[in-house]
């Protein structure tokens, strides 16, 4: 309803209610609601009103009543002043009915507020107030207004909300009306998201309580509370509230909402996740989302730059992948993907053995592409508690779509020693654990499907990855250790200050990977610290030595 409108209608609305009381009074109510199309200005009024002509009669007759009685009125009343039973109106409570949803006339507040009469038609009404002033006014009823915003929307589900808090209404009554609601905002993103993922209406209305919360009160909503203003069936009442205690609700599982822990029931709340808020408040969603520390966000300005040895077949296979992700390039490459309906995400699968360069390898492309990196803590992904595990992979990857739509250039997501997460899926029947695990790898794989952006998973324990994840890598890159030529590369890279034939030795006597190298290299580094000099040809041999616990002899005792 819009109190402000100006616009002038084209004809006197008062004239027309006076001239539709003077024909009802000369015919009789029952003559008028059958000929009701034969008089102009019926017909007028039910453009005005936007119903039709048999109700716009019954809309006049309750306000010639309530001007009758100085205030509210009641069906028998009005049957009374049209001079007919009260069964014999009751044959028009469908059209009555109908006045109450589109909110031209509404229970009145003043003597139904501690009442508790179930039906309608026994309660005192009223035209309602915004009408009567527009009538008075002269000007258009605008009930169904697609002007609304989020915020005003979900403020009129509120009010809903509370006259069903007071039974003015039933629980029937306030979701028809939200669906009336709906209706005539459908523009709004928050309804068509809800509608596409198919939440039903009193989910709806729920959420939309949470979120007029979130605005007057900025804090989540009571969840007893809300459900017992919302329900007049304590029996339902207490089988959404389960519903909602076990996060059984399509809510919960699209993560628009999340349970906010309370020590008892009387006490738990339920708010919006992050992706709630942004689904609602759009633009404003940064008022309202936490900021989260970005401990695992790591800038490509941040990331310092490294020589990279490999022989020149697979340099070709890595040097692909960075051009691929070169942001002009990328941008046309999802175009043609699209076009050719192939899924515009590209994911890539970097395995080997430890030390060979896979995650040093991700953060240069970053680096050389200008991408930012979305480091996925394994550990921080598995929780003890059931159904948090899950919970936890979904966020990961709607934490990464809003950072990639925000951002011009889409971050890579890398998952880190992904054979945790990535591993074969296990025998449902071997308990909680393997259910929850098949369930978080499920999660990724549809994800995966649908992913609009750059998925970089690294491993070193291939066997162990679940076959269903094969086809969602685009690339698969395997790292091996580099050859005596590399390793010699990478020694005089890493330490320019020993000599060719030295750096020769040390990569034909030793077959370490470059993160080992880099052991050896930090070692020397602390030497230098603590003598004041670089360590000798043979101080480097015993550090080369000592480095792989697998290649130390022990010795075992036996005996007390």
Same mark, same amino acid.
């Given at each position: ?55 716009? /009669? ?19 009343? /009005? ?72 915020? $005003?929307? /979900? ?105 906010? $822990? ?146 011009? /250039? ?151």
């Amino acid at each position: 309803m819009s109190k402000n409108a100006t616009k002038k209608v084209g004809f006197n609305v008062l004239n027309a209610i006076a001239e539709a009381i003077k024909n009802l009074e000369e015919i009789g109510f029952k003559i008028m609601m059958e000929d009701a199309h034969n008089f102009p200005e019926i017909v007028r009024m039910a453009s005005y009103l936007g119903v039709n002509e048999r109700q716009a /009669v019954m809309f006049i007759t309750i306000y010639n009543t309530q001007n009758k009685y100085f205030g509210s009125t009641n069906v028998k009343q /009005v049957a009374t002043q049209v001079e007919v039973t009260f069964v014999e109106i009751m044959q028009y409570k469908a059209d009555i009915k109908l006045l109450f949803d589109e909110k031209l006339i509404q229970l009145d507040t003043e003597f139904t507020r501690r009442r508790r009469t179930p039906a309608i038609f026994q309660q005192d009404i009223t035209v309602n107030e915004d009408v009567l002033a527009c009538i008075i006014e002269n000007k258009p009823i605008l009930l169904a207004n697609a002007e609304l915003d989020a915020y $005003q929307f /979900v403020y009129e589900v509120s009010d809903l909300i509370d006259k069903r808090t007071n039974n003015m209404i039933s629980t029937n009554q306030l979701f028809r009306s939200v669906e009336k609601l709906e209706e005539a905002n459908l523009e709004l993103p928050i309804l068509q998201e809800l509608i596409k993922i198919k939440v039903e209406v009193d989910d709806r209305t729920f959420f939309y309580q949470i979120c007029n919360e979130m605005v007057i009160n900025n804090q989540p909503a009571h969840l007893e509370k809300t459900h017992m203003d919302m329900y007049d069936n304590t029996r339902i009442r207490f089988m959404k509230s389960r519903l909602a205690l076990d996060k059984a609700l399509s809510l919960f599982r699209h993560n628009y909402i999340q349970l906010m $822990q309370g020590t008892f029931y009387s006490d738990m709340r339920v708010g919006l996740t992050d992706s709630g808020c942004e689904l609602f408040f759009g633009e404003d969603a940064e008022l309202f989302i936490k900021k989260k520390k970005k401990k695992n966000r790591i800038s490509p300005d941040n990331i310092q730059a490294k020589e990279l040895f490999f022989e020149s077949a697979f340099a070709s296979q890595v040097d692909f992948i960075k051009a691929s992700l070169a942001n002009e390039k990328f941008v046309s490459l999802q175009e043609r993907l699209k076009e050719k309906a192939f899924p515009t995400g590209v994911s890539c699968l970097f395995y080997g053995d430890p030390g060979t360069g896979k995650t040093e390898t991700a953060m240069q492309i970053a680096r050389a592409t200008g991408r930012e990196v979305f480091h996925v803590d394994i550990s921080e992904s598995k929780s003890a508690w059931f159904g948090e595990s899950e919970k936890r992979i979904k966020e990961i990857f709607e934490n990464y779509r809003r950072a990639s739509e925000k951002s011009e /250039v889409k971050p890579i997501l890398l998952f880190n020693e992904a054979d945790a997460i990535f591993s074969k899926r296990k025998d449902v029947g071997a308990g909680n654990c393997a259910q929850t695990e098949n369930a978080m790898q499920n999660i990724i794989l549809e994800e995966m499907e649908k992913l609009d952006g750059i998925l970089i998973a690294t491993t070193n324990l291939t066997n162990n990855f679940d076959s269903a994840f094969d086809r969602r890598f685009l690339f698969k890159l395997r790292f091996t250790k580099p050859t005596p030529t590399e390793r010699q590369k990478i020694w005089l890279e890493k330490m320019p200050w020993i000599e060719e034939k030295v750096a020769a030795e040390l990569a034909e006597k030793f077959d370490f990977s470059g993160g080992e190298i880099d052991n050896i290299v930090r070692k020397s580094i602390t030497e230098e610290v603590l003598s004041g000099e670089k360590p000798s040809f043979e101080k480097l041999i015993s550090f080369c030595e000592s480095e792989r616990v697998s290649n130390k002899r022990q010795v075992c005792k036996l005996g007390f």
